[in-house]
């Protein structure tokens, strides 16, 4: 199992889908009410992710990466990365073991350089000191902390729990989809509150996945099975929806996860129809975001210069927009610069946009 659900072995194993006739074939930039979107680069490749599902930023703008791995594969452990691709390192692994996860799912760092990962199998938080010299080394579990957490669907147990997010006083917000609702706890793991439970009417969830706070510490959850994300105050009380379910621009179809920038806009991976969609604070769609990775990463060049048998039959390909186009994302975050980073699952990626206002 992979997130909420199984990946399709028709896009773990298949060819790259056709073309979608509806979607923009160049990189120019989207403008929309007082907004301008442009795609900036691609961060790693199948040599630096593996099967990543989630990424958070730190105070510098580093990014932490999970990665899942995929159908027995051991996951290659959590990316310490800058921007610019360059690696700082790496830490976990597989196992049960302390400070290691069978099914990570996301992760987020407070203001001291503490990393918390949220481990789906194991319905533990694992605790780590990103602040270590890595020296662009895989340091395993050597800065490994402590952990906490009970399975269980008692309140204060977790079940299932699929991603996290630290709020202005750094507690934790935590989805279980397991029990279909939301907790909040310190970082020590100290239960606060719970909100939500199973159904779709509002306030209520289907496998909860993605979560976000904005700057007023609003909650924002990815609904994943109703096909919505909905917003809470801190305290649990629902506010509104956003998005609606359908198939195409504006509409979603299990969204996996949401980010919300300085301005109020509202980011949702469209894990179920490969897109980002982008709305305004009320709530009102602005734009959609396919994936343009037109170029490779540095670290994908790379690659073609070491191996140019691969590098020969790319020279065939004549089609390359199945290539540059989103495959089931799975994470999306913001940074103050207004950058938009999207955890591009089976293509081994992050791409990057920029968000300007004119």
Request: with cysteine; aromatic share 12%.
């Amino acid at each position: 199992m992979w997130g909420p659900v199984p990946l399709p072995a028709s896009v773990a194993a298949g060819p790259n889908p056709p073309a979608n006739p509806n979607r923009r074939t160049t990189l120019e930039a989207i403008a929309v009410r007082g907004r301008e979107f442009t795609y900036s680069h691609t961060i790693g490749n199948a040599a630096v992710f593996n099967y990543p599902v989630h990424l958070c930023l730190d105070s510098d703008n580093i990014l932490y990466v999970v990665n899942r791995g995929h159908d027995g594969e051991w996951i290659f452990g959590i990316n310490k990365i800058a921007v610019d691709e360059t690696e700082i390192g790496k830490f976990g692994g597989y196992g049960e073991s302390e400070g290691r996860f069978i099914w990570p799912t996301a992760i987020a760092v407070d203001s001291h350089g503490l990393a918390y990962v949220a481990d789906e199998w194991l319905n533990r938080i694992s605790i780590f000191d990103t602040t270590v010299e890595f020296n662009g080394a895989d340091i395993e579990e050597k800065n490994f902390l402590r952990k906490w957490g009970v399975g269980g669907s008692e309140p204060g147990q977790l079940g299932a729990p699929a991603s996290l997010v630290l709020d202005s006083n750094e507690d934790l917000y935590i989805t279980e989809q397991g029990n279909n609702r939301v907790s909040k706890f310190t970082r020590n793991g100290d239960f606060l509150l719970t909100f939500g439970g199973p159904g779709s009417s509002p306030g209520r969830f289907d496998k909860p996945w993605g979560i976000t706070v904005d700057r007023y510490d609003n909650v924002y959850v990815a609904d994943w099975g109703n096909n919505r994300v909905q917003k809470f105050t801190p305290e649990g009380e629902f506010l509104q929806t956003i998005g609606e379910s359908g198939r195409g621009p504006g509409k979603l179809h299990r969204p996996s996860d949401v980010a919300v920038d300085s301005d109020g806009d509202v980011y949702i991976c469209d894990w179920g129809q490969d897109k980002v969609e982008v709305y305004d604070a009320d709530g009102s769609h602005l734009t959609t975001l396919y994936g343009d990775s037109k170029e490779l990463s540095p670290r994908g060049v790379k690659y073609l210069e070491l191996n140019i048998a691969d590098l020969e039959k790319r020279r065939m390909v004549t089609n390359f927009e199945p290539e540059y186009r989103f495959t089931l994302p799975t994470g999306v975050e913001v940074d103050p610069q207004g950058r938009i980073y999207v955890v591009d699952n089976i293509r081994f990626r992050v791409q990057v946009y920029r968000k300007e206002k004119t």
